[in-house]
């Protein structure tokens, strides 16, 4: 008979009238969960390099059980050999041997200590492992495509018996900690996954051969699995469900539903339906691709197997597992990017505070970070990472004479999250702006295309914030010295934005300039052959919103390579869609003239060439240093955050402003 | 000041010729370094054989990223024999791709070389040049070869530096 580690009563939560079925509860094995949702494992580099758990590690985690509300919340995986072959990252927990039980125990207690299901994970990265070891391992030595992997070498038939025996032994270890429910990772490039793929395993032996043969390791895997943890605690794997790797020879979708098929035979409790590789030249979770894209994976899996099904990868609203729970075609939420942001985002739901949700917009910064063996953080949330230090949360100001009239010029990402901490903590609140609405310049960044319009979530958020904690706005009203004076408050946070460069030599008023926000507002007419000048993410914003519209588009920019402040993990993406709109970027060069019908680029090397054009938008940005000299006339306290600082991303802007409203 | 297109062009294609010549100058000095370092019971030979294997590795591996699979194994044929190309013709070669005899063959076909000049320069015989090319090309099928699981061979069939006019390989899809 199935049991039920904690009690929850949904009754009386908003969210779970709105959302039915995402609060229904589950029977994953012999185990009753609650209600759909699981926050997904997740590294995070925070744990030592010997594997040991951090403090670090037990308060990110007892801060998404807390956003689980009852529901499965899964540490990340761990890697289960002393050599480290299978560690794919520097702050991976291990399980290799008993002597880390005591952590792995920590963060078990830290997840029932919220009332929630504490998941475990077995992770051999495989291919993508070997992160501080010299050679990684894998069923065949394929070359790696990308240089940042280790070489790789084929395991002997006995080292893949003794991989089998890690995984039961680990997940022994993690039902000593105190872990409810088993999962192996089988995803995105890792050692199960390279079993299954035919890309990978070319093996001639009882782990290669068709689909079956290539599926004998996992089925191993879990059977032993399942043997070490008992009957009570569930057993699930997460498996692609389409490895795009055709470029490569990879799998066939059937292939992968057959290895679907192969595991529930072994006795999974359940799957989670993941997709892509890390070699994938495929997009899959980046803001470019639309939200529930995938779900019909999630559909196709519900008709191949009887176990539940679990899903993740562009979910980040509730409407969509909901519905799609609705409809038979999924059965768990899974979240894994959307509580890296917000940690407490489906417990908002719960309590029917979807405005209070501080979205995650599928930047990937957090994974561009641990490739490069960095702790995990969050473009969009200053405090991701840094659960565990009181000193990132806001303090309240205790002593009335502390409390501050501050006033805040500009209502863009950075004066808002600035405004609202600095209110939650006590302080009096003003935000000024010229302009009629919130939001500063990101209103016309969001207009750009793949996606960009997600952006917009973060001021949607930092909104319902300052209505939260009282900030007044003062929309419409430009800050004068004159008006410093007036209100002469005790601090003054400049928040105004970037100015924009000049075009060398050309007046600014010549008809054919015009500003990048003009041209993403459409308050400003361009012609047929544009220059955009400026090749960091606003040039790349604008050519590609003008490429699309039928324009040749060239970039001109300082920067060595196009997308200089983009991260890695989603750079590419926006230099193949330059590519494929036909845009035209001179890096490390400068417009050395402007005349009738063209400019005459530089290169940084002294070339001179023309390129032809009807229109320059000018993206170049530098800080913004109006006001400052006033204010510090006035012996006013002052702070400037955000672009008006040196003009960079929302990142930037939206960590300035917290910091700063926390230290005033 | 306008932009004299002949001057800008004529300046980039010098310091281009020049780069290029480069390339071949630099190996061969360093040809010369590592032999000194050998010692006299080295053999040349040997030497410039496991360099063209060393390099060919690495710029094989390089390849990987730009190569697929996704219109079949004829076109990939092809586009291996346009990046093998595309790394000679960086070094200043004028060189082709042409389709072979078989859907699964190309031929790379180069009708002007740098590297035998150079070479005569730093007295390295001709033979050495030839076999060091077509190691080369070797070597960079090795690591394609199994990571697209796809076994690619390359013959040598003529060579400018044996006096025979031109280069002529051919890459095909081993059956």
């Given at each position: 008979m199935a049991k039920q580690l904690f009690e929850w009563d949904y009754s009386s939560y908003p969210g779970a009238k709105q959302y039915p079925n995402l609060f229904t509860p589950i029977e994953i094995g012999n185990l009753i969960v609650p209600n759909r949702i699981k926050y997904a494992a997740t590294e995070d580099n925070l744990n030592r390099h010997d594997g040991f758990v951090t403090d670090a590690d037990v308060e990110y985690m007892r801060r998404r059980a807390e956003g689980v509300v009852g529901g499965l919340c899964f540490m990340q995986g761990v890697y289960m050999d002393e050599p480290g072959k299978g560690q794919g990252y520097v702050g991976q927990a291990a399980a290799w041997d008993d002597k880390f039980i005591p952590g792995l125990k920590k963060i078990a207690d830290a997840i029932h200590s919220e009332k929630a299901v504490a998941g475990f994970q077995l992770m051999d990265c495989g291919r993508v492992g070997a992160v501080e070891a010299p050679v990684g391992h894998g069923p065949s030595a394929v070359p790696q495509r990308l240089r940042i992997f280790k070489p790789m070498a084929e395991m002997t038939n006995a080292e893949v018996k003794e991989v089998v025996k890690q995984h039961a032994d680990a997940a022994r270890r993690g039902v000593e900690a105190g872990f409810d429910v088993m999962e192996i990772s089988g995803i995105v490039g890792y050692l199960i996954s390279n079993f299954i793929s035919k890309y990978t395993n070319r093996r001639t032996d009882e782990y290669g051969g068709d689909i079956r043969g290539r599926m004998q390791a996992v089925v191993e895997i879990i059977r032993s699995v399942k043997e070490a943890v008992g009957p009570d605690v569930p057993v699930g794997i997460r498996l692609c469900s389409e490895e795009l790797l055709d470029d490569v020879g990879g799998n066939t979708p059937e292939e992968s539903m057959e290895s679907y098929k192969i595991a529930e035979e072994a006795g999974v409790d359940y799957i989670s339906c993941t997709l892509g590789w890390q070699e994938s030249i495929f997009p899959v979770i980046s803001r470019d691709i639309p939200q529930g894209n995938w779900l019909y994976l999630a559909k196709r899996a519900k008709e191949h197997v009887k176990v539940p099904i679990q899903m993740a990868y562009r979910i980040f609203l509730p409407k969509f597992p909901e519905e799609a729970i609705a409809k038979g075609e999924l059965d768990m939420w899974e979240i894994c990017r959307s509580m890296i942001a917000d940690p407490l985002m489906p417990k908002k739901v719960a309590e029917g505070r979807e405005d209070e949700i501080r979205h995650c917009v599928a930047c990937n910064l957090c994974l561009a970070r641990l490739f490069r063996d960095a702790p995990m953080t969050c473009y969009i949330s200053p405090v991701c990472a840094h659960?565990?230090?009181?000193?990132f949360f806001p303090k309240p100001v205790e002593d009335e004479d502390d409390k501050k009239e501050v006033m805040i010029v500009g209502a863009g990402p950075a004066g808002l999250e600035c405004a609202y901490v600095a209110a939650q903590r006590g302080h009096e609140v003003h935000v000024y702006d010229k302009r009629e609405e919130i939001g500063g310049t990101l209103n016309e960044a969001s207009l750009a295309p793949y996606g960009d319009e997600e952006l917009m979530t973060c001021v949607n958020f930092q909104k319902t914030m300052c209505g939260k904690y009282g900030v007044e706005l003062h929309l419409g009203t430009e800050v004068t010295e004159e008006l410093i004076e007036e209100e002469a408050p005790d601090t003054v946070i400049l928040a105004t934005g970037p100015v924009y460069k000049k075009v060398p030599g050309v007046d600014d008023n010549a008809k054919n300039i015009v500003n990048v926000l003009d041209v993403l507002a459409g308050r400003a007419e361009v012609g047929e052959k544009v220059v955009v000048w400026g090749n960091r993410k606003p040039g790349i914003g604008v050519a590609l919103k003008l490429a699309k519209e039928g324009k040749k588009v060239t970039i001109v920019g300082e920067e060595k390579s196009a997308g200089f402040d983009i991260n890695p993990s989603f750079k590419w993406r926006y230099m193949i869609y330059l590519r494929q709109n036909g845009v035209t970027a001179y890096n490390d060069c400068t417009i050395d003239q402007v005349g009738d019908g063209g400019i005459v680029v530089k290169t940084f090397d002294g070339h001179r060439f023309p390129v032809q054009c009807d229109t320059i938008i000018v993206t170049e940005r530098d800080a913004n240093e109006s006001l400052k000299s006033a204010v510090q006339s006035e012996g006013i306290e002052l702070y400037v955050v955000g672009d008006a600082l040196v003009p960079r991303n929302l990142s930037s802007a939206v960590h300035d402003g917290y910091r700063i409203g926390l230290r005033i | 000041m306008p932009v004299n297109a002949e001057k800008e062009i004529t300046k980039l294609w010098k310091a281009k010729q020049a780069a290029q010549g480069e390339i071949c100058n630099t190996y061969y000095r360093w040809r010369e370094f590592a032999l000194g370092l050998a010692g006299d019971k080295a053999d040349p030979m040997t030497v410039a054989l496991d360099a063209a294997e060393a390099f060919g590795r690495y710029i094989g591996k390089g390849m990987l990223p730009r190569l697929n699979l996704l219109k079949g194994d004829e076109a990939f044929v092809g586009m291996v024999a346009k990046q093998l190309a595309g790394t000679w013709a960086n070094e200043g070669a004028v060189v082709t791709v042409e389709p072979g005899e078989k859907a699964t063959e190309a031929v790379i076909r180069c009708k002007r070389d740098t590297w035998p000049t150079a070479a005569k320069t730093f007295d390295v015989p001709m033979e050495e040049v030839t076999r060091s090319r077509e190691k080369l090309f070797e070597s960079m099928l090795v690591d394609i070869s199994v990571f697209f699981n796809r076994p690619l061979a390359i013959e040598m069939q003529k060579a400018i530096p044996r006096g025979e006019g031109e280069w002529v390989f051919k890459l095909y899809l081993k059956q």
């Open positions: 659960e565990h230090d009181p000193e | -």
